[in-house]
């Protein structure tokens, strides 16, 4: 009788809607947005960083987080291959007023 009871909880538990994983990445963007000294700081701390970076950049260009525009970036100890830099040059958003190399 008890495994019966413990099971239909485990069906009903499932039968919730759970958000998405890309609803609940971009409620943490979102909740969580990163300065644009945050995101210059991203692009010279390796791998990870470098892919944060370019999420920040690629949902800005994209509108998907409005309230905080970055102003200035800072690639001057960023250590990527050119190809990488031209990657996340080109998902810059209109915000983006000076750029150091």
């Given at each position: 009788?008890?495994g019966e009871e413990?099971?239909?909880?485990?069906?009903?538990?499932?039968?919730?809607?759970?958000?998405?994983?890309?609803?609940?990445?971009?409620?943490?963007?979102?909740?969580?947005?990163?300065?644009?000294?945050g995101v210059?700081?991203?692009?010279?701390?390796?791998?990870?960083?470098?892919?944060?970076?370019?999420?920040?950049?690629?949902?800005?260009?994209?509108?998907?987080?409005?309230?905080?525009?970055?102003?200035?970036?800072?690639?001057?100890?960023?250590?990527?291959?050119?190809?990488?830099?031209?990657?996340?040059?080109?998902?810059?958003?209109?915000?983006?007023?000076?750029?150091?190399?």
């Open positions: 009788m008890q413990s099971m239909a909880q485990g069906l009903a538990t499932r039968n919730v809607l759970q958000p998405s994983p890309e609803d609940t990445l971009w409620t943490l963007v979102k909740n969580g947005w990163p300065t644009s000294e210059s700081e991203m692009m010279s701390s390796g791998r990870d960083g470098w892919g944060m970076a370019w999420l920040c950049l690629c949902s800005a260009k994209r509108e998907k987080v409005k309230e905080v525009p970055f102003r200035f970036l800072d690639l001057s100890g960023c250590n990527l291959s050119p190809r990488k830099i031209f990657f996340l040059l080109d998902q810059l958003p209109a915000s983006v007023e000076g750029l150091t190399l």
